[in-house]
């Protein structure tokens, strides 16, 4: 079974909560409470991710 409605072009509210979420969790290198962690340094092309490095 194959997702065949693309939901987030009806709740773009939503997706921006999420992208923020992701965003917030990549610079503080973690998804759970504490201290701010580095990140090891990115030394390939991550476009997928550039999103977050802006």
């Known amino acids: ?5 693309n939901v987030a072009e009806s709740h773009p509210e939503q997706v921006e909560l ?3 979420l992701l965003i917030k969790q990549i ?4 998804t759970t409470q504490g ?3 580095e ?3 990115i030394t ?5 991710a550039n999103f977050a490095f802006k």
């Open 35 to 37: 201290e701010i962690l």
């Open 44 to 48: 390939i092309d991550w476009p997928q």
């Open 18 to 20: 999420l992208k923020a």
């Open 27 to 30: 610079k503080e290198g973690r």
């Open 39 to 41: 990140n090891d340094e």
């Open 1 to 5: 079974m194959a997702e065949k409605v």
